[in-house]
């Protein structure tokens, strides 16, 4: 099983990850009962590798398949480290747009602004937010490049 560390590095690292994809809904300020009623093992995948990574399973061996791991987390543990993540999230997302309703538009900075005292998480996000700069340039640069090749065709 995850140490009650691993649990909380986890949980930090999905939220971050979250926070720095942007993925809220910044038009509506109060959560409606629909928005509350989420879609169960949406992380699963994701969370199991994850808690893999943070030790939660010592064999090795056990992950050599990746799409079918024989060994792995309790679906019990994967889904309280779920619930965990999402609350957090959406706590932390509620909390940004409570900052930004002054402005009407809730930004990566308000969310960056919510985690400035905590390093760690702090400059998760930021490595986050310039990691996907860095891949829309590459993005960008890769569509001018086919761009260039078809008009010489």
Partial sequence: MATSSA???????SASMALAKGKSNA???????ASLKRKRGLFTKELRIMMYG????????AFRVLPSLKSQPLPETVSLVEDIMV???TEMVHKAQDIASRRGKLTTEDLMFLVRKDSRKFARVKELLAMNEELKRARKAFEVDEEKL???D
């Fill in 7 to 13: 649990a909380a590095n986890l949980a930090t690292n």
């Fill in 27 to 33: 038009n509506s300020h109060h959560p409606s009962e």
């Fill in 54 to 61: 943070f030790g939660d399973d010592p064999d090795p061996a």
């Fill in 87 to 89: 609350d957090y999230v």
């Fill in 150 to 152: 078809a008009a010489l």
